[in-house]
């Protein structure tokens, strides 16, 4: 174990701890763009620096190993100076559209501009746009808002491993692109969405849930997947009794199988729920057509003509096919219903198909 | 699974996958088994006819032709055999029946097996050497192991290679099938099977059916149900007359559609519950709306069994119904009560007759979701089975020969046809074809044909072509692509206007599971 002093305050760490985690563990509240603590370390940012008494430079605390007896400061005047300062040259190339921007409330850049008082740049005007529209439907990359923490190329290479994306040109020029710049779908993108979970701005942002609610708009309700036998967790995004997204939880204890994980599916197929498609009625068919009815005269019909034909030709003449969509609970009770109700064990659901 | 997920990111030292293309089907665990390959040096073994994308990373690729599994397979058994790499102490204490075994898989010498599977021998030894060798070796399947005539056959196939390494009982170890559907795991857990109640105690043992009779109050039958093929053909013969569907699509996810649609034709009563009219539904006396996920509260049993809840988060559409109430709305007139106040009061009832989810509770759940078997509410639950001991004692190897799929190709069906899914459309496209960026992404079906094939077809990329098989044939666009050997072509079933379960055939499916042979038809292309 080592011993550090952080905002005068003394704390334990074992070696090899970097900088940021044991100021974190000493309750200081670190800004961060470029850190993930599932992704190798980039160092790129430099929101998260401190200074380290003794130390003429401030340093990265995100790729900084602690050291024994280390003075540190995370908001000393020259800190925030500098912070300040990376805030302006972020915003430089940072389209500022915070107004009718998807990550209004739940964009760190424009979290820390409010905590340090940065309204505008001294550095704008000078940088390239990088009008790219991606054709995708899944999600849209607005790369004037990049502020190239590189976060969204490390996710796609360390967690999905598709490798479509990396930095193409550098210094001012520099943007994220596929090879040859070119659409995503030529690319090895699987459009999983794990760069859009993790940009921590609205470069990339759903285009299946745009314009539908900001974060603090929406009640967010942790569930379990619907599509393959992974098991999923994420959370529906509900507004006025509408879903209009779906977020990840990163956090393993909520989501043990696929820690904040997604794939297409599962991140951007959720829009059927809310399809002027659903059936909101029962229906029963009559003469050739199946027409609208109520609840009590379609339960009414199908129980009556289960027992008659119960009754004429024995209960093995029915059957069910049961639902591998559907919940445990459902599936125990329709399996009761033919074997208790009807007497048959005619029971069967599409494992095999 | 015998195993859980999360081994095959970390524990797992070799994972051979077989008939899984898993970063499509189940994608975010292909990403695990990439990042296992990649940053902690797993080995890979895939055998596939497809070209799929892990194969990138993979240390051996067999390409085998489909429906050669045992023959693959055996052949590893023999290398290992053959070489002194077995497990000898595990075959002692904890297998029986291996000499049979051996007896079997004598014959099939990397170069005999070589020949039937259109792979390298060589590669073949390799293949079981990683696999031999490894500390913790993992097999995981999907259905292109499963779906085929010979699907248990190839499974036990599978178990025996685990058996012989002793690749069972332990982390990053197993055999473990990737299954397809969100709860087909729970489904099967529930007794949604023709032959047991939940937790798989079988109806035709009188002491389990007691006990159930006493559980539920009313007298059981004591014979085995129907299989879903069995009930399309019994409907079919008149035999049937009264089916209920529920949340599935046997018009688009069935084989043989023709054939299907006759016998649902012939019913006297077909109820549907969905949440849209699918095909199926089109077909109904009755139609009855239910509701997606985000509108109900439960449970879902994952594929590494783990049970982990689902939760409302807006109300029913429209008039529509959570399913469950429905169901007790049907129970109650037909004289036999069901009185629920909520989901949880049902998973009650299941704990109490299902042992495996007894100590299971909502509570429990809230945030992790538990792997069964769980016996009691101080059990952790079981992410590993068979550590110490196999639910019947002893693993059985089993002695299993090679069978041909029913319809190789011949002279006037030349080619081998196989089905499957997409990354971006799921099972019958019920919800994915109504979701409208996976739609717009992938808005119609297509035929993988290689560039070898197309040539000697005259056939170009996105030509619109007949696939045609013994049951009929669909119009679909073509995709040359290396993804499919030569004389193999692949197409996928979600899609109601260019289904692909046109093509399949239900006549031969396998002995045991009934399931069909979507992996291998015999299969022709003309131009149009």
């Keep these: ?353 | 699974m015998t195993n859980s997920i999360n081994e095959l990111e970390k524990d797992a030292t070799a994972i051979f996958l077989i008939g899984t293309n898993t970063t499509e089907n189940h994608p975010v665990i292909g990403y695990k088994i990439r990042k296992n390959v990649r940053f902690n040096g797993a080995k890979l073994i895939i055998a596939d006819p497809r070209n799929i994308e892990l194969g990138n990373i993979a240390d051996v690729y067999l390409r085998f032709r489909p429906g050669t599994d045992v023959a693959l397979v055996n052949a590893m058994m023999n290398v290992i055999i053959t070489e002194g790499l077995e497990a000898k102490e595990f075959i002692a204490n904890r297998t029986e029946s291996y000499e049979q075994m051996v007896e079997v898989v004598e014959k099939y010498t990397p170069e005999y097996s070589a020949q039937i599977c259109g792979v390298d021998a060589e590669d073949i030894r390799k293949a079981a050497r990683i696999y031999a060798a490894a500390e913790r070796g993992s097999i995981c399947y999907a259905m292109g192991l499963t779906q085929h005539s010979t699907g248990t056959d190839n499974v036990k196939t599978m178990c025996n290679l685990a058996l012989l390494t002793g690749n069972l009982g332990k982390p990053g170890t197993g055999v473990n099938p990737l299954r397809g559907q969100n709860n087909v795991q729970g489904a099967c857990d529930m007794g949604a099977l023709p032959v047991v109640y939940p937790a798989y105690q079988a109806v035709t043992n009188a002491e389990v059916r007691e006990k159930f009779e006493k559980f539920w109050g009313v007298p059981l039958s004591p014979n085995n149900g129907l299989t879903i093929p069995d009930v399309v053909d019994k409907a079919h013969h008149g035999e049937i007359k009264g089916l209920m569907v529920f949340g599935e699509n046997p018009m688009v996810s069935d084989p043989d559609l023709h054939h299907v649609a006759e016998a649902l034709d012939n019913l006297e009563l077909l109820v549907v519950i969905d949440i849209f009219l699918t095909e199926t539904a089109m077909k109904a006396d009755v139609v009855l709306p239910g509701v997606t996920f985000a509108e109900k509260n439960g449970t879902f049993s994952n594929t590494e069994r783990r049970v982990q809840r689902v939760r409302q988060a807006v109300t029913p559409k429209g008039d529509a119904r959570p399913d469950w109430q429905i169901f007790c709305e049907i129970s109650n007139r037909l004289g036999y009560p069901m009185n629920y106040g909520s989901p949880e009061e049902i998973f009650a009832e299941i704990r109490t007759v299902t042992p495996s989810y007894a100590g299971i509770s909502y509570q429990r759940i809230e945030k992790t979701g538990i792997h069964w078997p769980c016996p009691n509410e101080e059990h952790p639950g079981t992410p590993v089975l068979h550590g110490e001991k196999f639910n019947r004692g002893l693993g059985l190897f089993h002695a299993i020969e090679f069978k041909e799929a029913y319809e190789l190709p011949d002279a006037e069906y030349p080619l081998i046809l196989s089905t499957g899914r997409s990354l971006f459309h799921y099972h019958t496209g019920t919800m994915t074809r109504r979701s409208s960026a996976l739609n717009e992404f992938m808005p119609s079906n297509e035929v993988q044909v290689n560039p070898e094939t197309a040539a000697r077809l005259d056939i170009v990329d996105n030509e619109m072509v007949k696939l045609i098989t013994r049951r009929g044939y669909i119009e679909v666009k073509t995709h040359v692509t290396e993804m499919v050997p030569d004389g193999v072509v692949f197409t996928f079933f979600h899609f109601s206007e260019a289904a692909a379960n046109v093509l399949t055939q239900a006549k031969c499916l396998d002995p045991v599971a009934k399931i069909p042979e979507y992996k291998v038809s015999a299969a022709r292309i003309e131009k149009i």
Excluded at chain 1, 155 to 179: L, P, S
Aim: glycine letters at 8%; proline letters at 4%; one cysteine or more.
């Design chain 1, 1 to 353: 174990m080592i011993k550090l002093t952080i905002n005068g305050k003394e704390i334990q760490v074992p070696k090899g701890t970097m900088v940021l985690d044991a100021c974190q563990q000493a309750g200081a509240d670190i800004p961060t763009l470029c850190y993930d603590p599932d992704l190798r370390l980039a160092g790129s940012c430099r929101m998260c620096v401190v200074e380290a008494k003794g130390r003429p430079n401030l340093m990265a605390a995100c790729v900084s190993p602690a050291e024994n007896n280390m003075v540190i400061e995370t908001e000393s005047p020259d800190v925030v100076e500098s912070r300040k300062i990376i805030l302006e040259l972020l915003l430089a190339r940072h389209k500022l559209e915070c107004h009718t921007c998807e990550r209004d409330g739940s964009c760190k850049l424009q979290d820390y501009c409010y905590r340090y008082g940065v309204t505008d740049s001294r550095y704008a005007g000078q940088g390239p746009h990088f009008g790219m529209e991606d054709p995708n439907p899944f999600f849209k990359r607005d790369y004037d808002k990049c502020i190239m923490c590189t976060r969204c190329v490390r996710v796609c290479d360390e967690i999905t491993g598709a490798q479509a994306i990396n930095v193409k040109d550098r210094g001012h020029h520099a943007k994220i692109a596929t090879v040859f710049d070119g659409k995503l779908a030529d690319s090895s993108c699987v459009f999983c969405g794990q760069c859009v979970m993790v940009c921590p701005v609205g470069a990339l942002t759903s285009k299946v849930s745009a314009g539908k609610g900001k974060s603090y708009q929406t009640k967010d309700v942790l569930t379990t997947c619907t599509y393959c036998g992974t098991g999923c967790t994420f959370e529906l995004n509900v507004k006025d009794d509408h879903v209009v997204g779906v977020t990840s939880v990163r956090d393993s204890e909520f989501s043990p199988v696929n820690k904040g994980a997604l794939c297409v599916k599962g991140r951007f197929g959720w829009d059927f729920i809310e399809s002027k498609e659903r059936l909101t009625t029962p229906l029963i068919r009559e003469n050739g057509e199946l027409r609208p009815a109520s609840w009590d005269e379609a339960l009414d019909y199908t129980a009556n003509k289960i027992k008659a034909i119960k009754e004429k030709d024995g209960p093995d003449s029915l059957a069910l096919f049961s639902s591998a969509r559907a919940t445990n609970e459902e599936n125990y009770l329709a399996q009761k219903l033919f074997r208790a109700a009807i007497g048959t064990n005619n029971v069967d659901h599409c494992a095999r198909l």
